[in-house]
Each structure stands twice: as structure tokens, then as C-alpha cells.
């Protein structure tokens, strides 16, 4: 079992910037594929942002390239979601994902384990 909590999230306004956390505990944290989606209301839950447990391959969905980034401390059992020139679109509920595959994968189906999510509301 691995047991996933986000923070970070909180109202802010659109051009700014903020840092969601996800703090792991349980099994081996630094073998699994860590990722970040994200779900509005009546709509799918998306993928954000992925990676490996090196760190050595990164994949963002396109509409946050460029602007997010992702990043993993396996020292702390913590992974990182850097959101900068946030706009409204950007406001949903941020959910931190941990996978048993071994290789990087953007579907939330083969994420097992999953935070409680934290909200991130951007007003224009």
C-alpha cells in the first residue's frame, strides 16, 4: 500500500504561481511511476504531468507544457507539481497518483494508488 496526501492548493489569481506537494508513505515510494491529474466537475479526470522514479523521463499533457513542471524528491517520499502563468482553466481538483508499472504511462487506469486531491481555483 502506498498512502498519498496533496497539498499546495488554494484560490489564486490568473498569471500566478503555485507548488502542489504529495507526500507518500507506506511501500517503496521511489520505484513507482508518481503522476498528477486533475478533474473538474461533470468532466473526466485528465493527465497532468508524469514521471519515472529517476526522474529521467517526463511527460506533460499539452496543455500545461511549458508551464508546469513535475519533480520528485525520493529522499523525502515527496513529488512536486510547479504551476506557473496559471489561468482559469487551470482550476479543478489535483490528484497525485502513484502506478506499480515500471514504465511511464498517462492513463489513470494503470495508477493504483491516489491522494484525496487538493483544489486549485484561478480567477481571471
Known amino acids: 500500500q502506498v498512502q498519498l496526501v496533496e497539498s499546495g492548493g488554494e484560490l489564486v489569481q490568473a498569471g500566478d504561481s503555485l507548488r502542489l506537494s504529495c507526500a507518500a508513505s507506506?511501500?517503496?515510494?521511489?520505484?513507482?511511476?508518481m503522476g498528477w491529474f486533475r478533474q473538474v466537475p461533470g468532466k473526466e479526470r485528465e493527465f497532468v504531468a508524469g514521471?519515472?522514479?529517476?526522474?529521467?523521463?517526463?511527460v506533460y499533457a499539452d496543455s500545461v507544457k511549458g508551464r508546469f513542471t513535475i519533480s520528485r524528491d525520493n529522499a523525502k517520499n515527496t513529488v512536486y507539481l510547479q504551476m506557473n502563468s496559471l489561468k482559469p482553466e487551470d482550476t479543478a481538483v489535483y490528484y497525485c497518483?502513484?502506478?506499480?508499472?515500471?514504465?511511464?504511462?498517462?492513463?489513470?487506469?494503470?495508477?493504483?494508488?491516489w491522494g484525496q486531491g487538493t483544489q486549485v481555483t484561478v480567477s481571471s
Open positions: 497518483a502513484a502506478s506499480l508499472l515500471a514504465v511511464l504511462t498517462t492513463r489513470q487506469l494503470n495508477y493504483a494508488y
Open positions: 514521471l519515472t522514479w529517476r526522474g529521467d523521463r517526463i
Open positions: 507506506g511501500r517503496t515510494f521511489s520505484s513507482n511511476v
